[in-house]
């Protein structure tokens, strides 16, 4: 059923005899209007336009000479009967489910509640018109010069994912023009773009840019909700992000084009699985006033509460068709007519919630791979809620990929030198078939990373022990408080020149570890030059310096900002890092060495008890490539050859050849411990290698 609200002449705006079809699903309401407003704070609607209703509960009404740049919203009543599930009330201006735009205020008001607060619960409704303190709807016109855009359809092997907020990245950068930064156009100018072809990134993953709104608590602490994890609606580019005075639907197009242009690609990251309404005392503004049993999960054993598995107050109810096809309109829409390349689901199994717990019968999640506009776009989850039960990760059907918390863990874990992680630390390595077994993707059904958005940045992971989110106002509770970090001697700031270099050595051994494991990369946005959040890893609220990028460079940030570049050069030369199956351990036809091996530092090959042993804490990893693409332009099948070296202890190791490795002259690229230039790789003639504490080393053997 359509519920669009999409200005429908095809000549230009300034045809005043454009139609626009209004519509919602709201069976059990008895009537409902469209509202229309020539100011964003207005008062009152300057035309009340009632709508009908058929027999299948959808309420429509088609209104002739509206413009494209119009304001409107809806009222719609019925029972206000909480403990059925039911909250209509017509005094509050409700924003359209598929509203193309919205505008206006939306940061908490009193008079958004859709009960009286004077009252000792919510079963009285609040009568107050909310429409002066409401958001609004804008009519759009969606015609866009695209110039012949085309999606870049970079092949996951070939993907470099770069996790980004659109106005932290750019507020502070000197090369955006001030009244660019921190917007869409900001994120698609030159010296941005430069900067991300430069760093090997093949896809920008934005924080939500879907309209969002500030929570009561947040406006009465004087904060915002920065990171938009609070979704007012699925259809809207979020105005924030727009210039002052524009089209933040012109402008996100625009970005998109820019950055195709460049062969990046756009990932949005979307939260379908609840709304900006919160619990039951959270404001009434679109799904709670439009029909709350539909919408959302509520509690079965009282209908006034929502049963809450994402934290944030309520679900919204994907069992429900009518919400599973907005998800899914939602998506097409931003495909089809947004331009964007793929999407990451936050918090995905609530979308599989039914009365029983996850139930895979009714699941997005098998129809989204099938569907025809969907099948050819990146999909990935992330595969845990906020329940008990939460935890999926791994049991996601073909052509979904899913965040690997396990490989930021144990990566994290071993480089911070805990015991016994070496056998976790070569699954994660090998691309996770103990996760991902039976996927055709292989290895790349996972996204590895070491760091994102939620969480300490890198930087913080080398500096931090302890969260520090204060700012946050929450009495420092909120926030992980294991994060498997560690402060190398000084928690937070240090000025000594050891504990700098070793927190800088185990911040290359995490970039390290992540380009060269096999999988999908993914890097958060300033970890290329060492950007700090001061020790907070929930800076959700946080829209100052404490989350925007410094993009500043002293010899320290400068030298990282080159490591990654090495290291993703490298991951994009040689194909054996980046594979679509999984490693045998088999030896190739006519290949004389097996895809992967693991050995002791002295040269033995891992046993179980050396699996086992947690006091070992150093290992070496072989790979071999004979394949065509990897000998492309050299003559026989010899293959090219790796050995990753690694030293997760406190004490220098010697490493020796294993019998299996041929002699001969080997090229060391990244050394973790003194990083070479990469223009300079260093020969080495790899008998014996020296492993400095907490460092690693590799080496590649290529034919002539």
């Not at 052509?399 to 480089?415: K, P, Q």
């Amino acid at each position: 059923m359509e519920f669009s609200a999409i200005h429908k002449a095809t000549n230009s705006l300034a045809d005043s005899h454009g139609c626009v079809h209004f519509s919602f699903c709201a069976e059990n309401a008895r009537c409902a209007h469209v509202c229309l407003f020539d100011s964003p704070t207005g008062v009152t609607e300057t035309r009340r336009i009632p709508m009908s209703r058929d027999a299948r509960g959808t309420w429509g009404v088609d209104v002739a000479g509206i413009a494209a740049g119009r304001l409107y919203g809806f009222r719609v009543d019925g029972p206000y009967a909480p403990a059925d599930g039911h909250r209509f009330n017509p005094a509050k201006l409700l924003i359209d489910p598929r509203a193309r735009r919205i505008t206006g205020p939306r940061i908490w008001h009193g008079s958004l509640r859709g009960y009286r607060a004077d009252t000792p619960d919510d079963s009285e409704p609040d009568r107050s018109d909310s429409a002066p303190h409401a958001p609004k709807c804008v009519v759009v016109d969606p015609s866009f010069d695209w110039r012949g855009d085309a999606p870049p359809r970079i092949s996951w092997d070939q993907t470099v994912i770069y996790e980004c907020h659109v106005k932290g990245l750019t507020r502070l950068h000197p090369g955006v023009p001030p009244e660019l930064r921190g917007t869409y156009l900001g994120l698609s100018f030159p010296p941005i773009i430069e900067h991300l072809l430069a760093l090997g990134v093949t896809a920008v993953e934005l924080l939500p840019v879907h309209a969002s709104f500030d929570e009561e608590r947040l406006v009465r602490s004087g904060l915002t909700n920065y990171w938009g994890y609070n979704t007012l609606n699925f259809f809207s580019p979020d105005e924030r992000f727009a210039t002052p005075g524009g089209d933040p639907v012109r402008e996100f197009k625009s970005m998109v084009r820019a950055l195709h242009a460049a062969g990046i690609e756009v990932i949005l990251d979307v939260v379908y699985n609840h709304s900006c309404e919160g619990n039951h005392l959270g404001p009434t503004v679109s799904y709670r006033g439009i029909e709350n049993a539909t919408f959302y999960h509520l509690n079965p054993a009282d209908r006034r509460r929502y049963a809450d598995f994402t934290g944030c107050g309520n679900t919204l109810n994907a069992s429900n068709p009518i919400v599973r096809d907005l998800i899914l309109d939602s998506l097409h829409y931003w495909i089809e007519e947004m331009h964007v390349d793929g999407f990451r689901l936050d918090l995905a199994p609530a979308l599989e919630r039914g009365r029983g717990g996850i139930d895979p019968s009714f699941s997005l999640f098998t129809r989204i791979p099938k569907d025809p506009v969907l099948a050819g776009v990146k999909l990935i989850v992330e595969p845990w809620d906020a329940a008990a039960d939460g935890m999926c990760l791994g049991r996601f059907p073909d052509g979904i990929v899913e965040w690997n918390s396990r490989f930021r863990d144990t990566a994290r874990r071993f480089w911070r030198g805990d015991a016994g992680q070496l056998g976790e630390l070569a699954s994660r390595l090998a691309g996770s078939s103990d996760l991902f077994a039976g996927r055709s993707g292989g290895p790349l059904a996972g996204i590895n990373f070491v760091t994102c958005h939620d969480g300490f940045t890198l930087h913080d992971v080398t500096a931090h022990e302890k969260k520090q989110n204060a700012a946050n106002g929450e009495d420092n509770r909120d926030g992980s408080n294991e994060n498997f970090s560690r402060n190398w001697g000084t928690e937070g700031p240090a000025n000594d020149r050891s504990t700098l270099d070793l927190r800088e050595r185990a911040a290359r051994n995490l970039l390290a570890t992540l380009a060269l494991s096999q999988g999908v990369p993914m890097i958060l946005s300033g970890d290329e030059i060492g950007r700090t959040q001061q020790g907070n890893n929930n800076a959700y609220a946080q829209d100052n310096e404490i989350s925007w990028l410094d993009w500043r460079l002293d010899s320290f940030r400068r030298a990282r900002l080159e490591f990654v570049r090495k290291v993703l050069w490298i991951r994009r030369r040689y194909p054996m890092l980046r594979r679509s199956g999984f490693l045998s351990g088999e030896t190739a036809a006519g290949a004389g060495l097996r895809d992967v091996a693991w050995f002791r530092s002295d040269g033995a090959e891992m046993s179980h008890a050396d699996w086992t042993n947690p006091a070992s804490s150093a290992l070496a990893m072989m790979l071999h490539d004979s394949s065509p693409e990897a000998n492309a332009g050299r003559s026989g099948n010899a293959g090219i050859t790796m050995i990753l070296l690694m030293n997760g202890g406190g004490d220098r190791v010697r490493f020796h050849r294993p019998n299996e490795v041929p002699k001969g002259d080997w090229t060391q690229w990244p050394d973790t411990y003194s990083p070479v230039d990469s223009e300079t790789p260093e020969r080495i003639d790899f008998d014996e290698v020296w492993l400095e504490p907490y460092s690693m080393k590799l080496l590649i053997g290529e034919p002539a």
